[in-house]
């Protein structure tokens, strides 16, 4: 990448650029090991103390790619996983799931819970089908719980503005705050590589508040360029500030 001895560095570099540099990071598929490590170090350098990694056993040293950096402690971490069953095609090879934490006040109160998340990837009724199920199974109990509010972050690799994907998922009376918006394209890839095929647009990522106290404004959707004009990742990056009453 022009100016930068990988992406990783580029990426870090794009991050630290922006007039809003985020308090807390949330990332997906930083699924090799070298790669997290490079970019841990890197955000380091941009004042960043606090990292969630999830790294649980795997044959193939694949874990879920979800990553979180924050400028300052978070509480209540854990790790909810997808189960074998519950994931399909090349997702079975990565421990998918969800990291969950909380934003806690001075005196140890849990302000704000956040779930970082990818869901399958693919197209076609099974996938579909199969990212409905994750949804349901795995984060709907802690986004439907209403005693501490809660904001559903990342890839969902399905379009909320589809009614019948949101109804299937369970995620009706819930609001992603980036709905309407492209988040995703691979003209990056047909940039690289050459490819031939049609370059696609995509609404697939989500910021989820499940409650009315979680108040939200600065809402950006920005594509991650290089100095060299080349997207740096797939997806857009989603910033936004997050308050809650």
Not at 100 to 121: E, G, P, S, W
Not at 187 to 215: F, K
Request: glycine share 8%.
């Amino acid at each position: 990448v022009k100016g930068h001895d990988s992406r990783v560095a580029a990426l870090v570099h794009w991050i630290g650029s922006q007039n809003l540099v985020p308090d807390i990071f949330f990332g997906q598929e930083f699924t090799d090991f070298h790669a997290q490590e490079a970019f841990v170090a890197g955000m380091k350098n941009l004042g960043y103390t606090f990292f969630v990694i999830d790294r649980a056993p795997h044959p193939l040293f694949m874990n879920s790619g979800l990553l979180v950096a924050s400028k300052y402690k978070l509480k209540n971490i854990s790790f909810i996983p997808f189960a074998f069953t519950d994931r399909l095609g090349c997702d079975r090879l990565v421990q998918k799931g969800a990291i969950v934490c909380t934003i806690a006040d001075t005196k140890a109160k849990q302000r704000m819970r956040l779930l970082n998340t990818h869901l399958n990837c693919g197209y076609g009724p099974v996938a579909d089908a199969t990212r409905y199920r994750q949804v349901k199974n795995y984060l709907l109990p802690t986004l439907s719980d209403q005693s501490i509010p809660t904001v559903l972050i990342g890839d969902l690799n399905l379009d909320t503005s589809n009614q019948q994907a949101k109804q299937e998922s369970g995620l009706e009376g819930f609001t992603n705050l980036c709905e309407g918006n492209i988040t995703c394209t691979n003209e990056g890839v047909a940039h690289l590589r050459g490819s031939d095929e049609p370059i696609i647009y995509e609404n697939i990522d989500a910021v989820m508040p499940n409650s009315q106290r979680i108040g939200h404004t600065n809402l950006t959707i920005t594509k991650v360029v290089g100095e060299d004009e080349v997207l740096l990742s797939d997806h857009y990056a989603v910033g936004i500030t997050l308050s809650c009453v």
